[in-house]
């Protein structure tokens, strides 16, 4: 989750700009909702950005930024790939996307006393950019989210020349999260060949899951899949949005052509490699359906293979092993960051990494972010023996001045959790502008007949009976899979209880799968029965 601000001048002259709007899952908490950086701090010292910039197109980048940023109401500033996945986050939300400004890597551009110029840089998502940000006297790098990698697959190299050309910088305000690890990150190009060998020793279906905006991942599996005479499905709606628009943008140009996941069941089990979202244990992604044989196009049996192609977020652990323990009584075999470490790479640097940039770029200060604590204080280290100072390790909510003086703490501001919740209608609190119901169109008649099951949740009688004439359409199926899992899941006595709960995850469901709302009207009738069991 990232947003940080600079500012240029001094009190209500000042003026501010931002970088970044991510946001994160809360996985830990009910329904798994979002956390957003919380806004009060800004509010209380009056500082409103005059443009919001973003560095790449990751979630914990721009997640945040079409809940946050009709509070602004800016202009965005952002390359090709993340300004289109921002478009289709402000699209779902019934936001006009106009302030959103396509800039291409290694330009400039310039807003109030900022000038900024875009630094192309290898990551995991093409495109990713570090920012040197010039103001009066002062020259910051603010490095986002890097490597140094040889052959990334897509994009390319860093260039020396570009990084050398701009010592020496004042401030670097620099990645940690990879700080106590010696050496270098592997190179995407090192993991495409290990996909290339697991997936031809592979019988069974493979299933490969990674992060969706992980784009030259998912083209080294594509690649390995169709070297090894297999087809290529793609299961997950954020992995089918994200191809889609890079593939818009001349990325994934030489991908092979993608089969359908209903057609799945058609084809021999060692001609199908699946990529699929849900490599962080989320409840509602499309390898945990795998993992509970609910999924309605394929069901994984003993010979498959299942890959995880990415690192645990903190955080995720339980869901993760729980997920990996589900692929397993099914006869799957699971290859995985402990077993198979090759089969994935970070995206940020390493210690040697580290070095190398700033033999380049010659910093006076550091500024280390990202990570924890001892990630940031690996990273101080690395600096002091540079002769970099670097004397903070700032938390969120830090209001740090730099000037002819160095780095000072200013202020700390608390930063309590802001949640929203993932099933919501209308915008966070306060936003401004129309409310979300306002963009409904259309209704939608849905009826259920349900029974209570002796596990304590409920289960669907019979077929939908639903009139959807009226709004746009949608896949009933997925609406009836999900809706069978939410029954059961739901813990309530009576229907009036069980309409309250159902209600909000229905209108949430709607909103995730629709591009207007329309107005649900949901009736729910019991089956007048003895109580039932899903085993039986």
Not at 485 to 505: G, H, I, K, M, Y
Request: include cysteine; aromatic fraction near 6%.
């Amino acid at each position: 989750m990232n947003l940080s601000l600079y500012g240029h001048g001094e009190g209500q002259d000042a003026a501010w700009i931002a970088v970044d709007c991510g946001m994160m899952i809360r996985q830990d908490l009910p329904d798994s909702p979002l956390q957003v950086p919380n806004l009060a701090s800004l509010e209380t010292l009056g500082i409103a950005p005059r443009a919001l910039i973003i560095t790449h197109g990751h979630e914990d980048h721009i997640g945040a930024a079409a809940w946050l940023w009709p509070k602004w109401g800016c202009p965005i500033y952002a390359t090709p790939l993340a300004a289109g996945l921002l478009r289709a986050k402000f699209h779902e939300r019934g936001l006009a996307s106009d302030a959103i400004q396509v800039i291409e890597p290694g330009e400039a551009m310039e807003t109030g006393p900022f000038t900024l110029r875009f630094l192309p840089v290898p990551h995991s998502i093409p495109e990713s950019c570090s920012l040197l940000i010039a103001a009066g006297e002062h020259r910051v790098l603010h490095t986002g989210d890097w490597k140094l990698d040889p052959d990334p697959l897509l994009g390319a190299p860093i260039s020396p020349a570009t990084f050398r050309a701009l010592a020496p910088v004042d401030l670097v305000v620099g990645d940690s999260t990879n700080a106590p690890l010696p050496g270098e990150s592997r190179s995407e190009g090192e993991v495409a060949k290990a996909l290339d060998h697991t997936i031809a020793r592979c019988r069974g279906r493979v299933v490969v899951t990674c992060f969706a905006s992980n784009l030259a991942r998912v083209l080294a599996i594509g690649r390995a899949a169709e070297r090894c005479g297999r087809r290529v499905s793609l299961m997950g709606r954020s992995m089918e949005r994200m191809v889609a628009v890079a593939r818009g943008l001349g990325y994934l140009d030489d991908f092979p052509p993608l089969v359908p996941s209903s057609d799945l069941g058609y084809l021999p089990p060692e001609e199908v490699v699946v990529i699929a979202t849900g490599s962080q244990g989320e409840p509602r992604a499309a390898l945990q359906r795998l993992a509970r044989g609910r999924h309605r196009s394929l069901e994984l049996a003993p010979g498959d293979s299942v890959i995880f192609s990415a690192k645990a977020i903190p955080g995720n652990e339980l869901l993760i092993e729980r997920l990996k323990r589900g692929l397993g009584q099914l006869g799957v075999e699971v290859l995985d960051e402990f077993n198979h470490p090759e089969l994935h790479a970070s995206g940020h640097p390493a210690q040697e990494e580290l070095r190398t940039l700033y033999g380049w770029v010659k910093p006076r200060y550091l500024l280390p972010v990202h990570g924890e604590p001892r990630h940031q204080q690996a990273h101080r280290e690395i600096a002091e023996s540079l002769g970099i100072l670097a004397p903070l390790s700032p938390l969120n909510g830090d209001m740090i001045r730099f000037d002819a003086d160095g780095l000072t703490l200013e202020a700390r501001h608390p930063q309590p959790p802001c949640i929203i919740d993932q099933n919501a209608v209308a915008p966070l609190p306060g936003l401004g502008g129309r409310q979300r119901r306002e963009s409904r169109h259309g209704s939608l008649y849905l009826a259920l007949t349900v029974a209570a099951t002796d596990e304590g949740g409920w289960t669907r009688i019979g077929r939908l009976m639903l009139d959807a004439s009226e709004s746009q359409p949608f896949d009933e199926t997925d609406l009836g899979e999900w809706l069978d899992e939410v029954l059961a899941s739901l813990r309530v006595e009576t229907l009036a209880d069980l309409r309250l709960a159902l209600q909000p995850r229905l209108i949430g469901w709607f909103d995730e799968h629709l591009r207007r709302l329309p107005e649900i009207h949901l009736q729910i009738l019991a089956m007048e029965t003895s109580t039932i069991s899903h085993t039986g």
